[in-house]
């Protein structure tokens, strides 16, 4: 079995900062991609963030140079930096890991609320 579970979401005013956490956990015997996606109500599911095993990243236009994606492959585990954060960035934040073991294929975790106050 595989858990994929986030964490570090909260409330926050304008111009702060929030990181969130997400790792895998279980029978895993390779990740590949691991990525943030995000819901806002009333609004489909988009991509914000992704990171490929070797490192290479790619954002979303609205988060460029104010959201930093990482990933400690160690750990099983992605990282979103958010800075400088918006009203607009308020959403439900999930996490979607690419797994190779007991079970394979793309995974999503359970998300994570991002509510920023103006």
């Known amino acids: 079995q595989v858990r994929v579970v986030e964490s570090g979401g909260g409330l926050v005013q304008a111009g702060g900062s929030l990181k969130l956490s997400c790792a895998a956990s279980?029978?895993?015997?390779?990740?590949?991609?691991m990525g943030w996606y995000r819901q806002a109500p009333g609004k489909q599911r988009e991509l914000v963030a992704r990171i490929t095993s070797g490192g290479s990243t790619n954002y979303a236009d609205s988060v460029k140079g104010r959201f930093t994606i990482s990933r400690d492959s160690a750990k099983n585990t992605v990282y979103l930096q958010m800075n400088s954060l918006k009203p607009e960035d308020t959403a439900v934040y999930y996490c979607n890991v690419d797994i190779v073991g007991v079970v394979t294929g793309q995974l999503w975790g359970q998300g994570t609320q991002v509510t920023v106050s103006s």
């Open positions: 279980g029978s895993i015997f390779r990740i590949n991609d």
